[in-house]
């Protein structure tokens, strides 16, 4: 099961995932086959999102604390993860 999912470029799925949400982090499936294409284990992910730019975000699912408040920006291209501590 995962939770959150958006298409992005070269039609993948990206959903999030944690704990009993599946593969933790950001993670890629081919949109024809099904098959995962890319895992990047960011931390537990609650929601995905895919802005303009093509990156795509995750926003932390890692319940209450300082995990909470966190979010991270995916280049899909690179594998560069940017990290956002402090998000209210």
Do not use: C, Q
Request: glycine share 22%.
């Amino acid at each position: 099961m995962t939770d959150g999912g958006s298409v992005g470029a070269g039609e993948k799925l990206w959903v999030g995932g944690g704990g009993d949400l599946g593969t933790v982090g950001l993670n890629a499936f081919d949109t024809d086959t099904l098959a995962s294409t890319a895992t990047h284990p960011v931390g537990a992910v609650k929601g995905v999102s895919i802005d303009v730019d093509g990156y795509v975000w995750g926003v932390s699912g890692g319940g209450s604390g300082i995990l909470s408040s966190e979010a991270w920006r995916l280049n899909p291209v690179t594998g560069a993860v940017d990290v956002f501590k402090g998000l209210v």
